[in-house]
């Protein structure tokens, strides 16, 4: 608890640092002590983790009218010590990031506000809380979107955001009144048997608090401003928008949902599997088709995310399979660390090859490789754990999943198969979508010649922002060939989500065991077997010819290879667009002029491809033409008239009467 | 011990036999086409030739220094893994269905990313239609080693195989069937083999994979080519051993491991020339065309899924 407590205060330093130091010193004093934060915290929860008891204390007089409760058990451990890494990085690298608008006494100060919200959310002890903290990691959010308000694109942002977190807090703040209602209690550790999900209640208490959850973490169709707002925040705040907010979407919903709510109907669970399905197959879709690096790695995380929330429906659903629901849940939280840490990676280089380059848009990028070669080799490794290259960090959780799910296969009747299939089926076309977007990502926007000015012109600078990316590549990579020990961490952790500890996969040094399924992993003996692998091939391969010989690119026989002749972004993805146009629904415009002379002859071909949200132009702008609609007809009421306005207050005043009478 | 020695053998035998395919599918190839063709060690010689010359590196020098490599490593690993002459190979234990898959996967990556850094127009549109293949492929793929998955209650392939031949009557069952008709098209699609990819053009606009690799020369483009076949034949072997596990040793003895490296020159070569002889008779298909025969391995593979559950 001391040392809990001891990064909260200084949490707390950083934002009195932020807001009182001087104008040179403010970034560097806020940032050192929010890292120095969310590293005491961070330990605390890898203590609790390794094994510790449970810590929990109550302070009153913190907050007006409640006393403050924190606890943090295996289940908050896990989600805080991810959060702790990306809030760490993320601190750091704004030291040597933020300038100019970002670097202003109220964003530094509020940007250390919400890295804080961020770290006590996993720890909060009961429903105030939980609401209080939560509710402010979303209202510094959005106030950090506005930092930059001169843009019309952020302040597009900003009230997209605004509308869907307060709907999201006002829809969770119901469903916990509900269930704490039903509880007789605001603690959000219930003992272990709990049947506060049954009944119709149950179903409301969880409709609620899943919808509020979700769409923190971007389910469809919920997701509508997380496309939009993580690109046009500051790029440390994106950093922690995507590697830790959305993950605590899935804590509210493995804590609350899983957890608090037992004997809720199957049905419920299978909803949120195929809410989640949905979620991973659109991100993954609109990933691939993005041209836009930050948009790109924003619907991304609405992909993992939704794998995230398929494989807590999965586990939901088929709790009565201790061995599967385990692997799932285990699985969903080594994917959650996994992201946070290479998710954060990315979207910090984004934002360095943004200020080097000047633009974020693939189609003007390439040839980053170059000028920016540490960075690229940092985004290579984090790609090679999104898209789950074995010993990435990616991998692991992906192979707990589909443990999980083929685990079910066998062992239940017909109604577990079909789950346990569709949830299958969504990952695994999310998985190969999910390396189409992520070579994109890299071979389009760091290999390859440079397709503008800004790019070819892009270099890096060595410093604490590198150092940032470094310490996520190395977290990435650690967990990918050791995950052992953090697997048998984890058990505890889904243990405290499912109630008992059953059946779930176990770890030691070099192997990753599934309690239910006779297979493991064996990371070390991979990275053992490639070395000698790749021994062996670079030793035969001396045998042969040594010349390296620098030549140009044959091409086919061209030798004025031009820059634009490159496969760009957007070409890159035409196949797949194509493929899926009937879900996509891109808009397409092939503009052709001849030449005077003749009609045979093209002069300019104008091609533009764009693919819009279609959720969000099927059924966000109707909705808001409607509120728009009703708020138009409505106006009459508050016509200024001064009687209208007393009678108005009358009426009120009655209705008050009868109601309470 | 012997455990590494039937790793590397495995290794050696997928490297080796791998090339050996691919002269026996184009041999096959000449003769139904009425000509003589190449000796079945033409690709062997080839490769050896390649090895010995000089490689010219265009932009992305290095990386494409790097990404033979890595193909060729990955593919070795995933063959020192997987049970294709004996089960008790290196790391058995951890021989995990999707650790295979996913080491093949990394391969492939690297392929389009070096693709792509070559900054040639043909080496990105290979990129982008090889990774939209592999991305369709993938739902078949996961889910028709699901399919083989599922009777064992085990992804390891090792104790996969195990299972399969102490329950000789499995090999018959329906779902067995569509599992392997399902990975079959899986592999066509894999390896680039018609009706998906035509291994043998010298037309770039219809590449998928060979437009990857157009940049490559020399001792680079003799790994490339050895990464390749060495992909063709350990998918064609695992193929094999996952549809009919026969002759796979399951002790250690060197008689059994012998026999089983016998099995599996047999029975790759059997589905090699299978192959070989569908590709004669067919045509490649419209690159668009191409989802629909994935999707319909996908359905064989969801319907294997589903019917070996039922009919249990």
């Known amino acids: 608890m001391d040392l809990l407590l001891a990064g909260f205060g200084t949490g707390l330093a950083a934002i009195v640092g932020g807001a009182c130091a001087p104008r040179r010193a403010r970034v560097v004093v806020a940032g050192t002590l929010s890292a120095l934060a969310a590293f005491l915290v961070g330990v605390a929860g890898v203590r609790v983790l390794a094994g510790g008891a449970a810590v929990h204390g109550s302070f009153s007089g913190v907050l007006p009218f409640t006393t403050v409760r924190l606890r943090l058990d295996a289940l908050g451990a896990s989600f805080i010590s991810t959060v702790a890494l990306v809030v760490a990085a993320a601190s750091l690298f704004s030291i040597g990031y933020s300038r100019g608008p970002s670097a202003s006494r109220t964003a530094v100060a509020l940007q250390s506000l919400f890295a804080l919200a961020l770290l006590v959310v996993p720890a909060a002890g009961d429903v105030t809380t939980f609401l209080t903290s939560w509710e402010t990691m979303a209202l510094t959010s959005l106030a950090l979107l506005l930092v930059d308000h001169d843009r019309p694109a952020a302040r597009a942002a900003a009230l997209w955001y605004a509308a869907m977190t307060q709907a999201g807090a006002a829809a969770i703040t119901l469903g916990l009144l509900v269930t704490s209602g039903r509880a007789h209690s605001s603690s959000l550790f219930a003992p272990a048997s709990s049947h506060l999900g049954a009944g119709a209640l149950g179903a409301v208490a969880f409709c609620l608090t899943a919808a509020g959850f979700a769409s923190k973490a971007g389910a469809v169709p919920l997701h509508v401003w997380l496309p939009r707002a993580h690109p046009e925040a500051a790029t440390p705040v994106s950093a922690m928008m995507s590697g830790a907010m959305t993950a605590l979407g899935l804590y509210g919903l493995a804590r609350v949902d899983l957890g608090l709510l037992g004997g809720l109907a199957r049905g419920w669970w299978i909803g949120l599997l195929v809410v989640g399905a949905l979620s991973a197959l659109f991100g993954a879709l609109h990933a691939v088709t993005s041209t836009d690096l930050k948009r790109l790695l924003a619907y991304s995380t609405i992909d993992v995310m939704g794998v995230g929330l398929t494989a807590l429906g999965a586990a939901g659903a088929l709790h009565s399979l201790r061995g599967a629901a385990a692997t799932l849940v285990v699985g969903v939280l080594v994917l959650v660390a996994a992201h946070g840490a290479f998710k954060a990676l990315l979207f910090l280089a984004a934002g360095l090859v943004e200020r080097a380059s000047g633009t974020r848009d693939l189609d003007l990028l390439g040839g980053l490789a170059g000028g920016m070669g540490r960075t690229t080799a940092l985004v290579a490794v984090a790609v090679a754990s999104a898209v789950g290259v074995p010993l990435g960090a990616g991998f692991v959780g992906e192979w707990l999943v589909v443990e999980g799910l083929v685990g079910a296969l066998g062992r239940s009747g017909a109604g577990g198969v079909v789950i346990a299939l569709v949830a299958l089926v969504a990952i695994a076309l999310t998985s190969g979508l999910t390396a189409v977007a992520m070579v994109k990502l890299l071979g389009i926007g760091f290999l390859g010649r440079p397709r503008g000015d800004g790019a070819r012109d892009a270099r890096e600078h060595l410093g604490i922002t590198t150092f940032s990316l470094g310490l996520l590549a190395v977290a990435t990579v650690a967990l990918g060939t050791v995950p052992g020990p953090v697997v048998a961490a984890l058990a505890r952790a889904a243990g405290v989500a499912l109630g008992t500890p059953a059946g779930a996969p176990g770890g030691s040094l070099d192997t990753v065991s599934l309690g239910a399924v006779a297979t493991a992993l064996r990371p070390l003996a991979l990275v053992t077997g490639a070395a000698v692998a790749t021994a062996v091939v670079v030793v035969l391969a001396r045998f042969g010819s040594r010349t390296v010989r620098s030549a140009i690119a044959w091409a086919c026989g061209r030798a004025d290879l031009d820059p634009r002749m490159q496969y760009t972004a957007t070409s890159f993805a035409e196949p797949l667009q194509r493929v899926f146009a009937d879900v996509l629904r891109p808009d397409v415009d092939l503009v052709v002029s001849h030449e005077e002379e003749s009609r045979e002859i093209e002069r300019v071909l104008a091609y533009q491809s764009r693919v819009d949200d279609a959720v969000e132009r099927g059924v966000f702008r109707p909705l808001v033409r409607a509120v728009d609609a009703v708020g138009r007809r409505a106006r009459w009421i508050a016509s200024g008239s001064v009687h209208r306005h007393l009678a108005y207050g009358f009426a009120v005043l009655l209705v008050v009467l009868v109601v309470v009478r | ?312």
């Open chain 2, 1 to 312: 011990m012997t455990a590494y020695a039937l790793s590397a053998v495995q290794v050696l035998a997928v490297a080796v036999g791998g090339l050996l395919l691919k002269g026996l599918m184009a041999k096959v190839r000449a003769r139904a086409e009425g000509r003589v063709g190449a000796p079945v060690t033409q690709p062997l010689r080839e490769v050896v030739k390649w090895l010995g010359r000089e490689s010219p590196r265009a932009t992305g020098g290095t990386l494409m220094g790097v990404v033979p490599v890595v193909l060729v490593v990955t593919t070795a690993l995933a063959a020192a893994l997987a049970p294709l002459a004996g089960v008790g190979t290196a790391g058995a234990a951890g021989a995990d269905a999707l650790v295979v898959v996913f080491l093949l996967l990394t391969g492939s990556l690297a392929l389009a990313l070096g693709g792509l850094a070559t900054a040639t127009a043909f080496g990105g549109m290979g990129a982008s239609r090889a990774m939209t293949l592999s991305a369709l492929t993938e739902p078949a793929l996961l889910v028709a080693v699901a399919a083989f998955a599922v009777p064992a209650r085990s992804m390891n392939l090792a104790s996969l195989v195990r299972h399969s031949l102490a329950h000789p009557t499995g090999v018959a069952s329906p779902s067995h069937v569509l599992a392997t008709v399902a990975l079959l098209v899986v592999v066509v699609a894999e390896t680039g083999r018609m009706p998906v990819d035509n291994p043998s053009t010298h037309l770039e606009l219809t590449m998928v994979h060979e437009a990857m690799v157009l940049e490559y020369g020399g001792r680079d483009y003799a790994l490339v080519s050895l990464g390749e076949s060495m992909r063709l034949g350990l998918l064609l072997g695992l193929l094999a051993t996952l549809a009919v596990p026969w002759g796979v040793a399951t002790s250690d003895s060197a008689w059994a491991l012998g026999l089983g490296l016998v099995f599996l020159g047999l029975k790759a070569g059997a589905l090699a020339l299978g192959v070989a002889l569908v590709e004669v008779r067919s045509a490649k298909l419209r690159l668009f065309r191409v989802p629909e025969l994935l999707a319909a391995g996908f359905v064989l593979a969801a319907l294997a899924v589903v019917v070996g559950v039922v009919v249990r």
